[in-house]
Each structure stands twice: as C-alpha cells, then as structure tokens.
C-alpha cells in the first residue's frame, strides 16, 4: 500500500480520515452555507505532512526552504 506508506498514515488511521473529511463535504455538499472551510481545516490538521504531500505528489512541487519552487500551482 504505496499510498500509506507516502501519507505516513496506518490503514485505519488513513480511513477514519477519509470518512471524516468525506461526511463533511457529504452536508456542504447539501448545505453549502454551512462548514464552508471544515474539510480543508481537517486535511490540515497535520499540516506538514499533508501539505508536502499534496503538493509533491498531486502538484509536482518541491519546496525549499519553506518557500514553493513552482508558482503556478
């Protein structure tokens, strides 16, 4: 499970975080009035760890010095 192993997250660790952050965009979803920032608050929570991923693995930057290489993401 390459993917786990990339997160840093153990297989239930990783799903209980899924089904979280997916019931919270499930009642945006239907009332988006409400929760409007929840979901990336909750993928943040680790921050480091989910920001270096998301963007090494989903946007192909690679960040130096706290600062983005790329300016186009």
Known sequence: MSHLTETGYGYFEHLLRAWKVAGVLLVHGLVPSIWKTKASELLCV????TRKYLLEKQYGIIESGGRSLSEDY
Do not use: A, C, E, L
């Open 46 to 49: 680790n921050s480091n760890r």
